[in-house]
């Protein structure tokens, strides 16, 4: 049964296997930037309460001061609202739901939600789906690190933790997937 | 691909159900079983890839087997799963009816296909719920319709 045998070598896996003219993926514009380049990572980091959080800069369009959202009726978290920008309506979300932060009481939405903090933001994410609003209370700026500096995560579900930085003898900060926040 | 006659040879195998058959891949295939995933929609993909999930800043395309398998009915205790299997040194979701388990055989175990199975059905192994149909994934995935 040579011909079995040849079929069974192919069955197995093997990480060198040949997997030309497999199906063509287009590759997601939020692909993070292969680190095997040696680049730096450009990390977008922002703070919620006090805990220090970032995500990949490229996935980041603009960054604009908290205004107040437009309310859907019966919207349930992590969606806060909409906004309107520039006319594209932006859902805006709050990233604690899904980090397994507690997440402020009240409204943030609508007529009835207080006015935010002053170093409130919201970061306009580039989505497979179209723009997203991202809720943070802070915004602390773009930092660069070096690939290896990216402690990333063993396989496995990593509950959309891309990696952690440990520098400068602050608090680690946690890379996240932004795609993963908005789910 | 000269491949050396070692019958006893061990064969672990992770079994799943897609319809009314059950397959089996390479259990060193396998990376994770993800019990819920909602890909994002791609444009432009094959009419058998749902989209994508990121895992792990990697982008994962989604493949329903279930549209490149025969169809058929599941039994009622399968819960569909997506079963995250390497290929090469990069990873593919395939969406399954459920998981039928994992079990060790030796390659003496592998009776030829049987008449009328799919292309990429390479023999089967008889296990304790009935027989699993060896699944060469790459060969499925390199025939499937553009």
Known sequence: MGSLEAALAAFRYHPEEDVGGLIELPQSPLEPEPAARGEDVQLLAFALGSDEYAVPLTTVTEILRARRLTEIPRARPPLLGILNLRGTITPVYDPCVRLGRPTEPGPRAGPDAPPAARPVRILVLRTLLGPAGLWVDRVRGVQRVRPEHLERPPSGPTGGVMGVIRQGGGAPRTVVDPEWLLR | MAASLTPDRPLELCAFWVGSAVYAIDVARVDEVLPRVV????????????????????????????????????????????????????????????????????????????????????????????????????????????
């Not at chain 2, 090469?88 to 175990?109: I, K, S, T, W, Y």
């Not at chain 2, 030829?112 to 296990?127: T, Y």
């Open chain 2, 39 to 146: 890909p994002l929609p791609v444009p432009g993909l094959p009419e058998h890839v749902e989209g994508v999930v990121h895992l792990q800043g990697a982008t994962v395309p989604i493949v329903d087997l279930r549209r490149l398998l025969p169809a058929g009915t599941p039994p009622r205790t399968a819960k569909p799963k997506v079963v995250v299997a390497w290929l090469g040194r990069r990873r593919v979701g395939l969406r399954v009816d459920g998981l039928a388990g994992v079990q060790q055989f030796h390659e003496q175990d592998v009776a030829p296909p049987a008449q009328g199975e799919p292309g990429p059905v390479i023999g089967a192994v008889e296990s304790r719920e009935g027989p699993w149909r060896l699944l060469d994934v790459r060969a499925l995935l390199r025939r499937a319709p553009a």
